[in-house]
T-cell receptor, first 113, second 113 residues
């Protein structure tokens, strides 16, 4: 049972445009969400996170939006750069409960020149 | 420089053989994790350890074993009982069990030949 889903396995955008990566979750108890970025043959690196008490968190070119009622979060990258080409994983957790991160299946982003 | 070291980066194993993947961290983190990445399936948790001399099964523990005799080390053994061992294996650590800022190693690609 996939509790965190990324329904788009791949996304292609032009350099300078906006990239929007989506993530849906089924467990309404999740209260903290993270995005990780992964290059081939490397481990994921933390990108940005958001608590369920917020609906938006921004860090430079990266913004994460959370819609709790829809159980949906999205990552916006503006402007997109070729170096952003990677696999992006969203992850969710129920904090304070001794639980573990649950990852989505990933979205391969390709930023074209 | 603190971090997580996984070795080797590439590993080949004959069917029916056990193989051990190394994971060492010098971050003084209490918690450590093993994930497996397969195409289209994201990151799935194999085993995790909250503290030294303690570990728990994750979502896909069958055919794997671990030990946590030292805080810095969390080796994963892929046994001959694991039916589909070919995958990319990632080790991660966090300060403690309730901290979800995971630091990942660069991974080991295991191929069964």
């Amino acid at each position: 049972d996939q509790q965190v889903k990324q329904n788009s396995p791949s996304l292609s955008v032009q350099e300078g445009r906006i990239s929007i990566l989506n993530c849906d979750y089924t467990n309404s108890m999740f209260d903290y969400f993270l995005w990780y970025k992964k290059y081939p043959a490397e481990g994921p690196t933390f990108l940005i996170s958001i608590s369920s008490i917020k609906d938006k968190n921004e860090d430079g070119r990266f913004t994460v939006f959370l819609n709790k009622s829809a159980k949906h979060l999205s990552l916006h990258i503006v402007p997109s750069q070729p170096g952003d080409s990677a696999v992006y994983f969203c992850a969710a957790i129920l904090t304070g409960g001794g639980n573990k991160l649950t990852f989505g299946t990933g979205t391969q982003l390709k930023v074209e020149l | 420089d603190g971090g997580i070291t996984q070795s080797p980066k590439y590993l080949f194993r004959k069917e029916g053989q056990n193989v051990t993947l190394s994971c060492e961290q010098n971050l003084n983190h209490d918690a450590m994790y093993w994930y497996r990445q397969d195409p289209g399936q994201g990151l799935r948790l194999i085993y995790y350890s909250q503290i030294v001399n303690d570990f728990q099964k994750g979502d896909i523990a069958e055919g794997y074993s671990v030990s946590r005799e030292k805080k810095e080390s969390f080796p994963l053994t892929v046994t001959s009982a694991q039916k589909n061992p070919t995958a990319f294996y990632l080790c991660a650590s966090s300060i403690n069990w309730d901290n979800y800022g995971y630091t990942f190693g660069s991974g080991t690609r295991l191929t069964v030949v």
